[in-house]
């Protein structure tokens, strides 16, 4: 006897609903709200509008013209790349290598994903600490491996030549490291999931035919993988181009010299700091129009397999 | 006869329910006695103190005070989640939601409430733009130059006196990098903003301190200029530390703290973090001045009340919370309690504040403070915030040579 719950379908309708309701009102409205602020001039949060700008598109031109926002840009640009690469890229390697072993997957998989449930403000300050010009963990080991320069002056005093890491030279590898090691978990456990759901006939069969460990992981697990890392793929991209927390925890308002921005830090700077609400939203507006075009090309680039 | 009885028993265990929960009032409260203030710690103890007096509790959302923290204030209040109590600025930061009429005057307290903040003078109540006084005044502060005098005793320089010239300054500082140390502890990304006061003062004089420019032309707009220009040389020389670009303020602090650096300008709170974090060094610590230039005295300082405390329209509106935020107020601006919070500034208060047992370097402030001149009020209070962050912001892009003062001042005033 079936239920009549497949039936009969307004009972769904009962639950559906109220969650339509909730994301119209809480999402998509604040949204479209959202693109139409951008057209007009707002001094500050909760201020009323004080008309139309003059042109309208006045934001629109200055987003192409913002030299913070293109530095905003080139930044993410190479977030996109590094999390794509390294984040996504670590994780599968990391999850191949766990699901080789025998024991100790849920301990590792614990370790991995732990840096994720670690508050990013908390982490940031942990950070600023490892990065600290004077003093700071990676700076004290360099010195006493020798790596850091420093003089003696005539009065005894010893000058160290500090490596700033957050100067113009390395505020990248600063600024990214974290927000790679934080995440590195996040796409191992998705990915840990997707080899557990792949079929052990396969690779029994494969075993058969005289497959080895590596032929396996080249001919039946990244194939079998392909629709998990294309959701990889989606998920960096437009995580990339949120990242907000840590990079401003570490580095505030575009440190350094204003060439740390990311399309995520110079939205809230200038919706919060500069109180230019309207150029905030166009730069939302923008960061999610870019997310759609980026997932969009994401996943045409990794067609679903339709064998799978 | 029964049916009485337990009637009046039920409304008299309702009256005390509601008594309790009457008494249980939670107030939120916002201050800048967040971080490393210096006195975070007395701040701490009169909450607890007004807690177990009157059985309220407080939600201290208390930070550092900052250009963010401003701006999170001020967002609070346009979203319509602010405090019930706020200390915050007096002066045009303030401006946006008196105007707004979110928070209530003081003549409107005392109204219901007549002994409300009878204990200070009236005469130094900051007046708002409508004229009417809404905030309690603290106590002032000022602003002047601290100097590590292990740093100045190593390079053989003496500790600075009140007729302290700009020449003079920049001699002791190559001198001072010469021996190996940073001459100024300060973090340019950060708190531009105390140097900025004194260099636009060494460009002009203390009574036209507060003139604000409102075009390139005028005479404010080239003082502006040329004191960003002077920012920009000390650090064409290196006197300010190699990361003063990307380093915070907190670092730029503990460098003059542990010895590193000889100069740092900051402001009468600083004293208190000294106190707390560097007991054992505090006599290495001496309260100077800024050097003059010009028709600029060396004596002569930043200064003020800036700060008092706000009632919300929203703390007052709720009848449960009224009576919670007045007593709050009146006994942080009590004259027992501002005394602990005061070592040299200046109060409000009709009967003054009685510090006692100053420590070396308050009484250090005591001392320099007696050989001031002249004392003016922050010119960055005067200018909204947007023109404000911009300004100061664009400060690394001036002593980097991406941007020209002149191209600064000018973007600062077009959003004044």
Redesign the interface.
């Known amino acids: 006897m079936k239920s009549m719950i497949y039936k009969k379908k307004s009972p769904l309708l009962v639950f559906l609903v109220p969650a339509f309701l909730f994301i119209i009102v809480f999402l998509y409205y604040p949204f479209f709200r959202n693109i139409i602020n951008t057209f007009l001039s707002i001094?500050?949060?909760?201020?009323a509008a004080e008309g139309v700008n003059t042109p309208w598109y006045e934001n629109y031109q200055r987003l192409f013209t913002d030299p913070y926002m293109r530095t905003a840009m080139k930044n993410t640009a190479i977030l996109i790349v590094c999390t794509v690469v390294f984040q996504v890229g670590i994780a599968l390697g990391l999850a191949l290598l766990v699901d080789n072993i025998k024991r100790g997957q849920q301990f590792f998989r614990t370790v991995y994903f732990f840096p994720i449930v670690i508050s990013a403000t908390a982490l940031g300050l942990m950070f600023n600490l490892i990065f600290?010009?004077?003093g700071g963990m990676i700076n004290q080991l360099l010195l006493n491996l020798g790596m850091i320069n420093y003089e003696v002056?005539s009065?005894g005093?010893m000058?160290v030549e500090?490596i700033?890491w957050?100067?113009k030279a390395h505020?990248m590898f600063t600024m990214f490291l974290p927000v790679m090691w934080q995440y590195v978990g996040f796409y191992f456990v998705i990915i840990v999931t997707g080899i557990n759901n792949i079929p052990t006939d396969l690779y029994e069969a494969a075993a058969l035919d005289g497959a080895d460990g590596w032929k396996k992981t080249i001919y039946i697990t990244l194939p079998m993988l392909r629709n998990v890392l294309r959701t990889c793929l989606v998920l960096a991209i437009t995580g990339a181009l949120k990242v907000f927390d840590l990079p401003w925890v570490m580095f505030?308002?575009g440190?350094?010299?204003?060439n740390g921005w990311l399309t995520g830090t110079y939205m809230y700077d200038q919706t919060?700091?500069?109180?230019?609400v309207d150029y905030g939203s166009t730069i939302a507006v923008f960061i999610v129009v870019l997310g759609i075009i980026l997932s969009n090309a994401a996943n045409r680039l990794i067609k679903p397999s339709e064998d799978l | 006869m029964k049916k009485s009885v337990m009637l009046l028993v039920i409304v008299m265990l309702l009256a005390a329910v509601l008594s309790a929960a009457a008494e249980n009032v939670t107030l939120n409260v916002v201050t800048s006695y967040g971080g490393d203030d210096g006195n975070r710690a007395n701040f701490e103890a009169a909450v607890a103190e007004y807690e177990a007096q009157t059985g309220n509790k407080v939600n201290d959302g208390s930070a550092t005070s900052n250009?963010?923290w401003k701006?999170?204030v001020?967002?609070d209040?346009?979203?319509?989640s602010e405090p019930d109590v706020l200390f915050f600025f007096t002066n045009a930061d303030a401006e946006?939601f008196i105007k707004a009429g979110k928070v209530v005057s003081i003549d409107e307290i005392r109204a219901e409430y007549p002994d409300y903040a009878t204990n200070m003078k009236d005469s130094m109540l900051a007046v708002a733009s409508d004229g009417k006084n809404y905030a309690v005044p603290s106590y002032g502060f000022w602003e002047n130059m601290f100097v590590n005098k292990s740093v100045l005793d190593?390079c053989g320089i003496a500790v600075p006196g009140p007729d302290y010239t700009w020449d003079q300054f920049l001699a002791d500082c190559q001198t001072i990098l010469d021996?190996?140390?940073t001459p100024i502890a300060c973090s340019l990304?950060?708190v531009p903003h105390y140097w900025f006061e004194f260099v636009v003062m060494n460009n002009g004089t203390i009574d036209n301190q507060l003139d604000v420019p409102t075009s390139m032309d005028d005479a404010a707009a080239a003082k502006w200029v040329a004191g960003l220009n002077d920012i920009k040389d000390l650090y064409e020389r290196g006197f300010f530390p190699?990361?003063t670009?990307?380093?915070t303020d907190a670092?730029t602090v503990a460098?003059f703290g542990e010895g590193?650096a000889a100069f740092l300008i900051d402001g009468s709170w600083k004293v208190g973090y000294f106190t707390g974090n560097h007991e054992d060094t505090l006599e290495d610590y001496v309260i100077s001045y800024v050097p003059g230039k010009g028709d600029r005295k060396a004596s002569e300082a930043i200064g003020g009340i800036s700060m008092g405390y706000f009632i919300t329209t929203k703390a007052w509106e709720d009848p449960a919370k009224r009576e919670a935020a007045v007593e709050f107020v009146s006994y942080l601006t009590s004259d027992d309690v501002l005394s602990r919070f005061v070592t040299t500034e200046v109060t409000a208060l009709v009967n003054g504040a009685k510090p006692e047992g100053l420590n070396i370097l308050q009484q250090s402030a005591a001392d320099a403070n007696a050989s001031i001149t002249g004392v003016v009020g922050a010119v960055q209070d005067t200018i909204t915030?947007?023109a404000k962050?911009?300004l100061f912001?664009n400060v690394?892009?001036v002593v980097?040579g991406?941007m020209t003062a002149e191209e600064a001042v000018a973007s600062a005033i077009a959003l004044n």
């Open positions: 001094g500050g949060l909760g201020r600290l010009y004077k002056k009065n005093r000058i500090w700033d957050k100067d505020f505030g308002a440190m350094p010299e204003n919060f700091n500069r109180m230019n | 250009e963010e701006a999170r001020l967002t209040f346009e979203t319509g946006p190593a021996n190996g140390y990304v950060e190699k990361n670009l990307t380093a670092e460098m590193e915030s947007e962050g911009d912001g690394q892009n980097t991406k």
